[in-house]
């Protein structure tokens, strides 16, 4: 399964807010955000690490399972995302 995990750092600097978007043919499961409390610091490490519990959580399936794929939010935040 391909997961895209959008990732941009709370206001606090500490914690990552994340979407994820798991491709499941034949529709597409987008995550609402999900904070992972203290993490920010992690946002550049290994993604199975990172947001693999996330992920697991939220498709159902083992996180070696997934093809994480990570990308940054820079324009802003994900308020008024879901």
């Known amino acids: ?21 798991a491709d499941t043919a034949p529709d597409t499961l987008v995550s609402p955000v999900i904070t992972i409390e203290g993490e920010a610091h ?3 490490g290994n993604p199975y690490l990172v947001y ?11 996180k070696y399972q997934c093809s994480i794929s990570v990308f940054k939010c820079t324009s802003g935040n994900f308020d008024g995302w879901f």
């Open 42 to 44: 992690s946002l550049n």
């Open 1 to 21: 399964m391909r997961v895209l995990v959008m990732a941009t750092v709370a206001e606090n600097e500490r914690d990552l807010q994340i979407v994820i978007v």
């Open 52 to 62: 693999g519990a996330a992920v697991q959580e939220f498709t159902g399936r083992d």
